[in-house]
């Protein structure tokens, strides 16, 4: 048992370790902000794009002198979009004093780091968590988003359908959160319109290594249109394995989609299909610097969601500023109660917490380009 | 050691590893944007430390074969004899008593959320333990159980609002009685096919949960699930987070407790004459059926227990939690631990479970971390870090010792 | 068109089958010689997909002509990942023979962990497009909403690769000497079989399959990350044991047996359970048959 307690002994040093890591910094005067998502693993590439975000928007207010004088420190904790393990950065984030948090990226992991949030008192702006039910619910009043739900995408991609003429449609998903919650959508507002008949609704599954049964199956149900959930890895193979079968059916799919490296891989095969995503805001003046910012410091273009996040910290930076508070109640007041000029346009936030001013359009690859379709 | 020939030997490796890794590291082509990077670098370092490691590697290895007397100055062996020593078993006992008692207080509320997943996976590792490490059969599908008591605590809360104390007998019951359910068609199986059907239901479980929306609510999961509360008090985050730690100690020192009894009880030495040879048991009069049935449902039970804690803790659950991969990692703290041993298990477990959460700084680099180091661990502990001694019995001859 | 439906479901089927019994194989063989289920198996065909895609890559610049290419990276990648296979052995699994056989899965599962890590971070956590080096054959063209270029392809080498095996093991030497080993690793140690040349032979098969499966699947799917071995490799494990782990032509049955019940099940019913398919068919094949189809029964010395 002696050597039970000399591990003891071991994790103790260990936890104080750790302790004295999160308590080391205690130079009051800074406000903390965490940055939380995917920062490891599989799914880094959604959650990298946020960090540098929030680092842009932080360095420049610091340059300025700040908020009211006091600097901005970022508190940047991994969760690889976990739920399990958000709990536990959650945990770490409050230890560590935060007044809000941008994040967290992945929809499950927001809803198990919302709770404890909620109960501490911290309110936390999302850059691409487009569960409906995260503000629809009224579950989590601390919760805000800078990207429009997933049931708004889908009432867009359905509409975009009905306004092509389509009147036979296979609703297909990748089985994950995102591209079955889209799915879902998209076949409960085409079952209450009855304008369109759904004659497939599949999972597809990611990483099979054969999707041709799927797609013999698609071209047996006699679609004219697929409405795709998930994202680019699965929708490339597929409209590759479709298009290299001289399958002539019009592909719909998501935001998970829109994204230039779906086109990349795809190649020609990508020609012809329809995206939604996020309204188009590249002319936007603040977009541009952002991404000037961004090219300037990283050498590179930014990733997903990168102009979402850089919103949620403009955002939070100036309620903070119009609060001049950093309390919970002063904070979400400010939010719901100010517009602020962001890369995404003048928005704010409505009771619920998504953001207003942030929609959907339709997207077409046009040679080897998305184009925003009017 | 240094000379010409274990020169030519490491200088071989190396110029080995050269050509083993040069695609991987040294290029990296773009097939999106067409260009190719040369990493030269990169070779170089591999060379270098190929040279190096094969040095360490023939050493750590030549010391192995060396045999018994060797490992035993390991620290291992020092751990496995002093588990074995009453001696310091009370002042032992009772610090740990009490540094557990104090921690949470004194730790920050991360430190407490960490230690608490810790001390799941040494419940889920000690249920484990009975399956694998007592009745020596491989199971490969332990998510499914742990998924069971999860959606059992999930489900009842959002449909009828069940609390928590209710829900961890019943979770545990529900586990149970799908151990059984899996139990029974394996009976016959041995070893791998054992090993690939618990995996095959395990992995079916999970997809019936990711697909099944009406009853499960599919991928998007469940949320809002509530923390346990004594009667009614709604308490606070830092609070519940304590609380939840202590019902997690409370539940660890009950199983070990248990497994403990189970382990010296009748049911017990049948599970392990069982794993030691099938035939034998049975010729002995051991109902082998029964027996394996048991292990199955009795392991399930702590999987059930533990699910319904981790529904609680992290208040909201989806089915990307219960792979495989996670029955993989409770078999790793099983035989990284030492298989059949208490001890060795809730090492296994605490390791298996902070190691990662204390290499966060080298981040990218901790799974790469950890991969070799449970082969090294291998190679060098096959046993686990503490050893199951086996039960021996002495016969004294009459007047022996007198 | 229902007879169409079909036979578009039987080539998907069987399409499927030939790749994982190409991975089966290096599983089975494994586990003949030294059973062992080794689990950096999946890594391996994806390392060879990555060697494939690396090779044509940079070939390509040169402006090769692109069946050159496609032959040049596929003998790369059976060299590569042969070579892999065998250091694996030789790493992580020869200092083991003697441990218990869970410790040899415990190393097998850190291997596979440490060589996903390892290209993860040494390329790219992305997909990669795949080039299309093979232009698409003529004569296919008729039947082309049936059987694609690329299934073709698969099928034809499966069947070559299958033969050329089944002529080694039956009647080469060191065929003969990894059937014996497989029987009795003592008594065949005793004839004077140099065991440890007979388990590194092993290794190079196995992993020289799973390479040709990796460089085979990825040009059909058109992209690939260092994720697909995982999945690839626990099907291809179903599938040898649904054969009868350890038996050659049973791994071969295994995996079309699986590829026919997924690809079958997805079109006649749903795709949703896909996977669940495979594993049900598993499940009730070892009820009734609990050393695989064609699994030696082992009957024990008490």
């Not at chain 2, 009745?135 to 742990?146: C, D």
Request: net charge neutral; proline share 3%.
């Amino acid at each position: 048992m002696k050597r039970m307690a000399k591990f003891f002994l071991v994790a103790l040093v260990s936890v104080a370790a750790i302790t004295f890591v999160s308590c080391g910094k205690k130079e009051a005067e800074t406000i903390k902000i965490g940055v939380a998502g995917p920062h490891s693993g599989d799914l880094a590439s959604y959650g990298i794009p946020t960090i540098k975000a929030a680092e842009l928007v932080a360095e420049e207010v610091n340059a300025k002198g700040g908020i009211d004088g006091r600097m901005i420190e970022l508190v940047i904790e991994d969760d690889v979009c976990k739920p399990e393990v958000a709990a536990n950065t959650a945990a770490k984030l409050v230890g560590d004093g935060v007044v809000a948090v941008i994040g967290h990226i992945c929809s499950g992991a927001t809803k198990s780091a919302m709770g404890t949030y909620l109960d501490s008192e911290l309110l936390a702006i999302s850059p691409s968590a487009t569960n409906p039910p995260l503000t629809q619910s009224g579950d989590y009043p601390n919760f805000f988003r800078t990207i429009a739900p997933d049931d708004a995408q889908a009432a867009v991609e359905v509409a975009f359908a009905y306004a092509q003429g389509y009147k036979k449609i296979a609703v297909l998903h990748d089985k994950g959160d995102y591209g079955k919650g889209f799915a879902e959508f998209c076949k409960a507002i085409l079952e209450a319109d009855k304008k369109a008949e759904i004659v497939l609704y599949e999972g597809i599954t990611p990483g099979a290594v054969d999707y041709t049964a799927i797609i013999n199956k698609i071209a047996s149900s006699g679609a004219d249109a697929v409405i795709f959930g998930g994202y680019h890895p699965e929708a490339s193979k597929l409209i590759t394995q479709m298009k290299k079968k001289d399958m002539n059916i019009a592909f719909l799919s998501d935001d998970g989609v829109k994204d230039d490296t779906f086109i990349k891989v795809a190649g020609e095969y990508a020609e012809g299909v329809y995206a939604t995503g996020p309204i188009d805001t590249s002319s936007n003046p603040l977009a541009i610097k952002a991404v000037k910012a961004h090219q300037d410091k990283y050498g590179e273009d930014p990733g997903a969601f990168f102009i979402n996040a850089y919103a949620a910290m403009l955002a939070l930076v100036n309620a903070i500023d119009v609060a001049n508070s950093t309390e919970y109640a002063d904070l979400t007041n400010a939010l719901r109660s100010n517009y602020v000029d962001t890369p995404l346009g003048k928005i704010s936030f409505d009771e619920k917490g998504d953001a207003i001013g942030v929609g959907f359009a339709v997207y077409q690859v046009q040679n080897g380009q998305y184009v925003e379709l009017k | 050691m240094f000379n010409l020939k274990e020169l030519r030997k490491s200088f071989l490796t190396s110029l080995w590893f050269m050509f083993l890794t040069f695609p991987i590291m040294v290029i990296k082509v773009n097939t999106i944007t067409d260009t190719v990077e040369w990493r030269w670098r990169n070779l170089a370092f591999v060379g270098v430390s190929a040279f190096i490691l094969s040095f360490v590697w023939r050493w750590a290895l030549d010391r192995r074969a060396k045999g018994g007397k060797a490992k035993k100055d390991g620290i291992g062996f020092k751990a496995t004899v002093l588990a074995k020593t009453n001696q310091y078993k009370l002042p032992g006992l009772i610090g740990i008593g009490l540094l557990v008692a104090i921690l949470p207080f004194f730790a920050s509320m991360y430190t407490t959320s960490v230690l608490t997943t810790a001390l799941m996976y040494v419940i889920l590792g000690l249920g484990l333990n009975v399956v694998v490490g007592l009745g020596g059969l491989l199971h490969l599908g332990y998510a499914a159980f742990y998924a069971v008591g999860a959606y059992t605590y999930a489900l009842l809360h959002y449909h009828f609002g069940i609390s928590f104390w209710v829900a961890l007998p019943l979770g545990a019951l529900f586990s149970a009685v799908l151990g059984l359910l899996i139990g029974f068609p394996v009976l016959r199986l041995r070893g791998d096919y054992l090993a690939i059907v618990t995996l095959a239901f395990g992995e079916i479980t999970r997809l019936v949960l990711e697909n099944w929306n009406d009853f499960s609510f599919g991928p998007s999961g469940i949320a809002n699930i509530a923390r346990p509360g004594i009667a009614g008090i709604k308490m606070k985050l830092p609070q519940a987070t304590i609380f939840i730690y202590f019902i997690a100690i409370a539940m660890v020192i009950l199983t070990i407790f248990l497994v403990n009894r189970l382990e010296n009880s009748r049911v017990g030495r049948a599970w392990e004459a069982m794993r030691e040879d099938e035939i034998a048991s049975q010729a002995m009069g051991i109902d082998l059926t029964k027996t394996k049935l048991l292990a199955f449902s009795i392991g399930a039970v702590w999987a059930g227990f533990v699910g319904v804690l981790f529904a609680a803790k992290t208040t909201f659950i989806n089915p990307a939690s219960f792979t495989v991969w996670e029955s993989i990692v409770v078999l790793c703290v099983v035989v990284i631990g030492g298989m059949g041993s208490i001890p060795g298990v809730v090492v296994g477990a605490l390791v298996f479970t902070l190691l990662p959460e204390l290499l966060r700084s080298v981040s990218e680099y901790r799974m790469l971390v950890f991969g070799i180091t449970l082969v090294i661990m291998m190679i060098f502990r096959p046993g686990g870090l503490i050893q199951k001694t086996r039960k021996s019995y002495k016969f004294k001859k009459e007047g022996d010792g007198e | 068109m229902k007879l169409d439906f079909f036979f578009q479901l039987l080539m998907s089927g069987l399409t499927r089958g030939s790749i994982y019994a190409l991975i089966a194989l290096g599983y089975t063989m494994v586990y003949g010689i030294v059973k062992l289920i080794n689990f950096a198996h999946g890594e391996i065909y994806m390392i060879g997909a990555f060697t494939a895609l690396i090779v044509s890559g940079v070939l390509s610049m040169y402006g090769m002509n692109p069946v050159f290419i496609f032959l040049i990276a596929i003998t790369a990648a059976i060299i590569y990942s042969a070579a892999y296979g065998v250091t694996l052995e030789k790493i992580a699994y020869a200092p083991l023979r003697k441990a218990p056989r869970l410790s040899a899965l415990i190393s097998a599962i850190g291997m596979s962990m440490f060589l996903q890590n390892y290209v993860l971070l040494a390329q790219t956590s992305d997909f990669l497009p795949f080039p299309e080096l093979l232009p698409e054959f003529g004569f296919l063209d008729p039947v082309k909403f049936i059987i694609s270029t690329n299934q073709f392809l698969i099928l034809v080498t499966t069947t070559v690769v299958m033969v050329l095996l089944t002529f080694f093991i039956k009647f080469s030497r060191t065929g003969k000497a990894m059937r014996a080993t497989s029987q009795d690793r003592d008594m065949a140690q005793l004839v004077g079989i140099n065991i440890n040349k007979v388990i590194s032979i092993t290794f190079v098969i196995g992993s020289a399959l799973a390479a040709i499966g990796g460089v085979l699947i990825s040009s059909h799917i058109g992209q690939i990350n260092f994720y697909i071995g995982f999945i690839a490799g626990i099907k291809a494990f179903v599938a040898a044991v649904l054969g009868g782990i350890g038996s050659i032509p049973g791994a071969v049955l295994g995996s079309f047996v699986l590829g026919i019940t997924e690809s079958f099940g997805t079109g006649y019913i749903s795709s949703d359970y896909e996977d669940a398919f495979a594993f049900v068919i598993l499940i009730v094949i070892l009820i009734f048959k609990p050393s695989g189809l064609l699994g030696r029964k082992v009957s024990e010395k008490v």
